[in-house]
């Protein structure tokens, strides 16, 4: 069974910095994309960074130049690096793994991590 364990979320002020951790255990195969999403209080989850197998970045405009995302093969565990936080960056932040095996697409899900940005 595969899991997803986020941690690195906390409370920061205006312009500081936090990293996130995703951590996947168990058989996970075809790994396709890795990423991060986040869903503030009443507002739908949206797609904040990607980052594919061959590579390849993708970030939602208003965190570009602040966020990167990254990982490490060997442990399969997905990074976001925040730089420059601003409130509007406060959410509940999800990582995903998305994966394609045999024709038949897989999605996971961490179980979410706070991040608030308040002076």
């Known amino acids: 069974q595969v899991q997803l364990v986020e941690s690195g979320g906390g409370s920061v002020q205006p312009g500081g910095s936090l990293r996130l951790s995703c951590a996947a255990s168990?058989?996970?195969?075809?790994?396709?994309?890795m990423g991060w999403y986040r869903q503030a209080p009443g507002k739908q989850r949206e797609l904040v960074a990607t980052?594919?197998?061959?590579?390849?970045?993708g970030y939602v405009d208003s965190v570009k130049g602040r966020f990167t995302i990254s990982r490490d093969n060997a442990k399969i565990t997905v990074y976001l690096q925040m730089n420059n936080l601003k409130p509007e960056d406060t959410a509940v932040y999800y990582c995903?793994?998305?994966?394609?095996?045999?024709?038949?697409?897989?999605?996971?899900w961490g179980q979410g991590t706070q991040v608030t940005v308040s002076s």
């Open positions: 980052l594919t197998n061959s590579g390849s970045t």
């Open positions: 995903n793994i998305f994966t394609l095996r045999v024709g038949a697409p897989s999605n996971y």
């Open positions: 168990g058989s996970i195969f075809s790994i396709v994309s």
